[in-house]
């Protein structure tokens, strides 16, 4: 079971930048794909997160500015729009299925001022 993030970058205010994720392995179906970042010194948060059959939620920090795409069963993307300085964190990928939750390693996104 792997989950893999690509998309890392450095871009500056107000910039755009995407992220993706891929799920591979003996997984079951897949309920839930979502993406969280931890800023250095904070707790990881949730900031977008797609159900099966239920709205994409996102974290208010981000609503309106990103969008959450599953692109298939085992992929989902995270379009981020006029980023912030204080969007800069790594960001993780989640996967989740009747077993539990699986994690990527994280990518780094930076968003200079």
């Known amino acids: 079971v792997q989950v893999m993030e690509s998309g890392r970058g450095l871009v500056q ?7 993706s994720c891929t799920a591979s392995g003996s997984f079951e179906s897949i309920k839930a794909m979502g993406w969280y ?3 250095p010194g904070k707790q990881r948060e949730l900031v977008a997160a797609n159900r099966y059959n239920v709205r994409p939620i996102y974290a208010d920090s981000v609503k309106g500015r ?3 795409s599953r692109d298939s069963a085992t992929t989902v993307s995270l ?3 006029s980023l912030e300085p204080e969007d800069t964190a790594v960001y993780y990928c989640n996967a989740a299925d009747s ?15």
Request: no cysteine; glycine share 16%; net charge positive.
């Open 13 to 19: 205010a107000g910039g755009s930048m995407r992220l």
């Open 37 to 39: 970042r931890q800023a």
């Open 66 to 68: 990103f969008t959450i």
């Open 79 to 81: 379009e981020m729009k």
């Open 99 to 113: 077993r539990g939750e699986f994690w990527g390693q994280g990518t780094q996104v930076t968003v200079s001022s």
